[in-house]
């Protein structure tokens, strides 16, 4: 339970007190300033609390806005103020800073103390306007008070009865419900998504907000529905395709409401954010997979395909995450002629639409999957996906290169740690690091991308151009270590150096699929999709901590899985020293093996930060 302390002027016929009830809050109501700070303190510890002034009018959304959105420790609308129990100390002391401020006033004699000073109704006056001082004192602390962008909603605390009665025709002029309803709508979805999905999704988040659902619950629902259009397409017949095509959508459509409907009930957690990011990559390779098993029931087999889509989506992404964190909170990622002209074709209607629709975000990418399922086979479902998403990723790679190379200011320390846990770099490549840190600092600037790029070349050609039991590509797996290691060896402050990271990714998951391909036996390529998916999500989680604040996983982790260069040069040598049979089986075990510690890793830190009341997250990107 949360509690609101109502505080000044009561003012006759007002609907405050139930709203503040109906957005889940105990009110209680504060006699004087001294009666405020005393119900704050008995307020226990783990609540919410807010300081509301009795005069608000505005739209009940402007409140749950100002109020009740977990993300936030502190936050702010006109006439209110919120803590959550880690802003709770510093919403005390502004509270007691103004009263003792008030008491200071009185025995200086400039006036007598205000908080005994009644008006109408018996309320004492030093309550009125006391929300906006104490979240102005805040503000004058330093302290970091969410305000919520209202638009046309109305929150406002008049200090007339003609400027209510204009605050309450203001509110009656906007429907609180509709306003409610288009912002649960990301501002920036993809064509497919903004034009197919969202007009009545967003209703469906409403009926589901209605009868109590949560978020976490459709996240499953889309996961589960997702999954069983998989099966679908794994029975390789037609009706099954077209069946796995209908239920691909319905669970996009799914994967779309559980978004509204955190947006639009603002029940936003650590958790469902985890969940919500997961399940898709979850959701798309499994798809996949059932592709390939119906295609092989067909006789045709494309787990080559299968396995070089997810690696393409996965490279994609990782493209994404590691220049984003590399330009995070930096003004000089926003400048330079790149930057300028995607400007201004932004402030062209029609080219916003087509700028959103090549890079195949994942509306489009899921639309266009399930029409080819339901009309074609999965072998030209593959080449249309591989085929539209290295055009997306050639598109979006040049013009985040193009950036790069105009700026002309350094990464941040932020930025080149976050760097160097998305290179995820194991015991081999940091022995290495440490002990090569001096030839390292004498190379020149575009060094780390190079060294990664040239290293990665070496292993999977090396790995897809020789045969399969021979020596070569351990030779090209010991090159790309000290090459990896070389690249890490000093801060990855350069400014192509955020491309280090996709190299690494690239050159892991190729090695995998080319000599998995190259063993040519049955199951060699089923079990390195489950090795490279088991690695995807190891690398999908360590984005998902960094974005949440929380840092890479843990050393003994990376460890333990040997880092990206350690299972590269693994899977190399058990492939020089195996039968292809055996390989597979090898390729199966340690799918087997990373998969079990990462999962249970991951699964214990998520639960964790989510019952420990980490703060809550939305992601409002998405990965293309």
């Known amino acids: ?74 936050a702010a609308v006109p006439g209110a103020v919120t803590a959550q129990p880690a802003g709770r100390e510093a919403l005390a002391r502004a509270v007691a800073r103004d009263d003792a401020a008030r008491d200071d006033a009185a025995g200086a004699g400039t006036s007598a103390r205000p908080s005994t000073a009644l008006v109408q109704g018996g309320a004492p006056a030093a309550l009125d306007g006391l929300a906006d001082r104490v979240a102005a004192a805040l503000d004058a602390d330093g302290a970091d008070v969410h305000r919520p962008e209202l638009g046309s909603l109305v929150a406002a605390v008049p200090a007339d009865p003609q400027a209510r009665n204009e605050a309450r025709q203001a509110v009656a002029a906007v429907d609180d419900e509709a306003v409610r309803l288009k912002s649960a709508v990301k501002a920036r979805d993809g064509f497919f998504t903004t034009f197919f999905i969202s007009p009545y999704s967003r209703y469906i988040a409403r009926w589901c907000a209605r009868r109590g659902l949560t978020p976490n619950q459709v996240t499953t629902a889309s996961l589960i529905t997702a999954l069983t259009a998989a099966g679908c397409a794994a029975t390789g017949t037609r009706g099954g395709f077209v069946a796995a095509g209908v239920l691909l959508i319905a669970s996009f459509v799914l994967d779309c409401t559980d978004g509204q409907l955190a947006r639009y009930s603002l029940q936003y957690s650590t958790l469902g954010a985890w969940l919500d990011a997961t399940f ?94 339901a009309a074609t086979t999965p072998r030209i479902t593959f080449y249309a996906l591989l085929t539209g998403c290295a055009f997306a990723a050639c598109y979006t790679t040049a013009g ?61 050609a090396t790995a897809a151009l020789t045969g399969f039991g021979g020596p070569w590509p351990v030779l090209g797996a010991v090159v790309y270590t000290a090459a990896s290691a070389l690249a890490v060896a000093r801060p990855l402050k350069g400014a192509l150096d955020w491309l280090v990271p996709p190299f690494f990714r690239a050159a892991e ?97 998520w639960v964790a930060s989510h019952l420990g009341g980490a703060p809550a997250v939305h992601d409002e990107g998405e990965p293309a």
């Open 509 to 605: 998951y190729g090695t995998v699929l080319a000599l998995a391909a190259k063993a040519g036996v049955g199951g060699a390529l089923p079990a390195a999709f489950g090795l490279v998916a088991a690695v995807a999500y190891h690398h999908y989680d360590t984005v998902y901590r960094i974005r949440g604040g929380a840092g890479a996983p843990p050393a003994w982790l990376v460890r333990a899985i040997g880092g990206q260069e350690g299972r590269t040069l693994l899977v190399a040598v058990l492939a020089a020293l195996l039968t292809a049979a055996q390989f597979k089986v090898a390729l199966t075990v340690l799918a087997v093996a990373v998969a079990l510690l990462v999962l249970a890793e991951s699964i214990r830190f």
């Open 1 to 74: 339970m949360s509690t609101a302390i109502l505080t000044g002027q009561p003012v006759p016929g007002s609907s405050i007190e139930g709203d503040l009830r109906s957005l889940g809050f105990d009110v209680r109501v504060a006699a004087d300033a001294g009666d405020a700070e005393a119900l704050l303190a008995a307020v226990p510890a783990g609540q919410r609390v807010a300081v509301v002034d009795a005069r608000f009018v505005g739209h009940l959304h402007a409140l749950r806005l100002g109020l009740t959105d977990p993300r936030f420790p502190l």
């Open 400 to 460: 985040r290169l193009l950036r790069s190379l105009a700026r002309r200011t350094g990464r941040t320390d932020r930025a080149a740690r976050a760097l160097a846990d998305l290179a995820d770099s194991g015991p081999l490549a940091e022995g290495l690091a440490g002990a090569s840190g001096g030839l390292a600092r004498r190379l020149p600037g575009a060094a780390a991308p190079a060294l990664a790029l040239l290293g990665g070349v070496a292993v999977v």
């Open 280 to 373: 898709d990559r979850a959701k798309e390779y499994a798809y996949y997979a059932g592709l390939a098993l119906g295609a092989a029931r067909g006789g045709d087999d494309v787990w080559a395909l299968a396995l070089g889509a997810m690696v393409l989506q996965a490279c994609r992404h990782v493209v994404d995450f590691s220049f984003n964190e590399a330009n995070a909170g930096d003004a000089g990622a926003a400048a330079g002629p790149t930057a300028a002209l995607s400007d201004r074709l932004d402030s062209v209607g029609w080219t916003v639409w087509v700028r959103r629709m090549i890079v195949l975000p994942i509306g489009e990418r899921w639309a266009m999957i399930a029409l080819l399922t």
